[in-house]
């Protein structure tokens, strides 16, 4: 499970989280929707322990990231859109450096790798060096790098960005079966009918700040409109609008 | 033990890389190649000028000067780059007891030996005529020298081999800087450049650990890179024609792990630099142009150290650039104490490397490149 609690970012003058509260909960999907430059990111990377706070505080399975990093991000993983593989490595090398940095070793790390490759069905891109790998094959290495050490969180930044249909249903089947795990899930998007179909709870932001939250049934008849998405930009363009008001 | 894991993936993704290997292959390789005809090219020239015949250009009768300049090993031959002019009336000039004026005609810019014992050797058979004269008249010839200069060299090796010895310590000295900066700034800025840096963070890897794995990897091929440079350097330098410039270099094994082990902790020094530099820099481009300007810092400290005489105390470069004389020439010239300097030089290392830890953590390393 994961908590933000009252997260507060500034970048110089520009308050890129303002006051952020969420929980995730574990066996569900949490998706955070928000337009670009909404602190989707900033606030992930503050969950993951990247960036340090201003004020508030973030838990992972009761562990303060802040204080209990180690603790904390061994219950976690983290995908983000541009996946950052080695292009010189294999996807077999790139399960077992995440493994081992996850301090898994010998024979527990070997198991690990294998596990992972069939749950992603890797096989056959296992022994290959990642330079030249498509997109849907990138994104896929680069979700079992984040699950080799069967993380009970996880995050991804935008994971269908620059995927195809095929490669966004392998990740979407990947997700349904992490969460039927027991797996907390939590993803930023922008498909909303991706995020409508795969959520059991969605967290709107806008500049920062959590403009609602619920099931996308519960937003969308809350805000009495005809889908997720209508109820996304009446939800963010208010916000917008009352703040260049004041 | 993450540090581990980071030291052996770097090293493997490293050794993959061509430009990597290639390029800290290359002055290991190319160096002492390039030094070695340097060598063979001027060590030529030298033996051509030692024994460069002379030419008579105006013929006239002037046998004495000749078979003074014969036995002196000087060649007169027909066409020559250096010339001797004798008068017509050189001969009767001398029998009259009157001065005699010859001309040398040549590249008088050249630096080598024949023009000088050329010129060397007509004072000295004024001399001795002269002499001859004074002796006739009944003076002591001794009469016309009030003083004489006794010069002794006590250098055994002459400037050149001087000069050449201090090149073939710099090419040494410089192997740290150069073998391996590819490599840091593709572990650091590159990493960042291709956003596998926030993998790497967001794992339970602490700053400092990512940065040792960093650094050890980078370490670890520099040191081999740079023990690579020494072996095949003075293998290929033994076998060239440093004896024939006066230098003598010994490339016994034991004088190879004495400069290996000396350059050891600059090596170090240089990696944690490298590093520190590498996840500073903005991108790969930036880390890779800050690196090469970073080459230049030997070769202008090494050049600097030619002109400073008596002990130059434990700096790192200064004090390698004169310490690896000893072993290298069995030179003489003062050195600190290694211990001194390797603390120096490690000590800055774990500074640097604690800066670059703090580097880690500040948000703005997930900027983009």
């Known amino acids: 499970m994961i908590e933000t609690n009252n997260l507060k970012k500034t970048f110089g003058k520009v308050t890129a989280v303002d006051g952020l509260s969420f929980a995730a909960r574990d066996g569900a999907i949490t998706t955070v929707l928000g337009g670009n430059g909404a602190g989707k990111t900033t606030a992930f990377r503050m969950i993951a322990g990247l960036i340090k706070p201003d004020a508030g505080y973030v838990l992972i399975d009761g562990a303060d990231v802040a204080r209990e990093r180690v603790k904390a991000v061994s219950q976690l993983g983290l995908l983000h859109d541009e996946f950052g593989l080695y292009p010189r490595l294999t996807a077999r090398e790139h399960l077992a450096f995440a493994g081992a940095l996850h301090g898994l070793g010998g024979r527990r790390l070997r198991d690990a790798v294998e596990r992972t490759i069939e749950l992603l069905d890797l096989s056959a891109l296992a022994a290959r060096r990642t330079v030249g790998f498509s997109n849907g094959e990138r994104m896929k290495v680069a979700l079992a790098r984040t699950l080799v050490h069967r993380p009970k969180n996880l995050i991804l930044d935008e994971p269908t960005r620059g995927l195809d249909v095929y490669a966004t249903r392998v990740l979407r089947d990947v997700l349904r079966r992490l969460k039927a795990e027991g797996v907390c899930v939590v993803l930023s998007s922008h498909a909303m009918a991706e995020v409508a179909e795969l959520s059991d709870h969605v967290v709107i932001i806008s500049q920062g700040r959590v403009r609602a939250e619920g099931a996308p049934g519960e937003i969308t008849a809350r805000e009495r409109a005809a889908d997720l998405e209508a109820a996304f930009v009446a939800l963010t363009t208010e916000t917008s609008m009352q703040r260049s008001v004041a | ?369």
Request: aromatic share 6%; hydrophobic share 55%.
């Open chain 2, 1 to 369: 033990m993450r540090a581990i894991a980071i030291l052996t993936k770097e090293l493997k993704d490293s050794l993959r890389d061509r430009k990597t290997v290639v390029s800290g292959l290359m002055f290991g390789l190319m160096g002492p190649i390039a030094v070695f005809y340097i060598i063979v090219i001027i060590a030529g020239a030298q033996r051509m000028d030692a024994t460069a015949p002379v030419a008579l250009c105006r013929l006239a009768e002037a046998p004495s000067l000749l078979a003074h300049l014969a036995d002196a090993g000087i060649e007169i031959v027909e066409n020559a780059e250096i010339c001797l002019e004798i008068p017509q009336d050189f001969e009767a000039r001398l029998a009259n007891g009157d001065a005699a004026r010859v001309g040398v005609r040549g590249d008088l810019t050249r630096p080598g030996p024949a023009l000088a014992t050329l010129e060397r050797e007509i004072r000295s058979f004024s001399g001795e005529r002269a002499a001859q004269r004074l002796i006739a008249r009944g003076v002591a010839p001794s009469v016309m020298t009030a003083v004489t200069v006794d010069a002794q060299n006590i250098n055994p090796v002459s400037g050149l081999a001087n000069t050449f010895g201090a090149i073939v310590v710099i090419f040494f000295v410089m192997a740290p800087f150069v073998v391996a900066g590819g490599m840091a700034a593709d572990v650091t800025a590159g990493e960042r450049e291709r956003r596998s840096l926030e993998f790497l963070l967001a794992t339970p890897a602490r700053a400092a650990e990512i940065v040792l794995g960093k650094f050890l990897a980078v370490s670890v091929f520099n040191l081999a890179g740079t023990a690579l440079c020494v072996v095949i350097g003075l293998l290929i330098l033994d076998r060239s024609a440093l004896p024939a410039l006066g230098v003598r270099l010994d490339a016994s094994p034991l004088t190879i792990l004495l400069v290996v082990t000396w350059l050891a902790p600059l090596s170090m020094l240089v990696a944690a630099i490298e590093v520190a530099v590498g996840f500073w820099s903005k991108s790969f481009k930036d880390a890779q142009n800050a690196l090469m300007m970073f080459m230049l810092v030997p070769m202008g400290i090494g050049y600097a150290s030619l002109s400073l005489s008596g002990p130059v105390g434990p700096w790192p470069v200064l004090w390698e650039t004169r310490a690896l004389a000893g072993p290298l020439f069995g030179s003489t010239a003062p050195a600190a104490a290694f211990v001194v300097t390797a603390s120096i030089e490690l000590g800055l290392a774990a500074a640097l490397l604690m800066l670059a830890a703090q580097r880690l953590k500040s948000p703005h390393i997930l900027g983009r490149a």
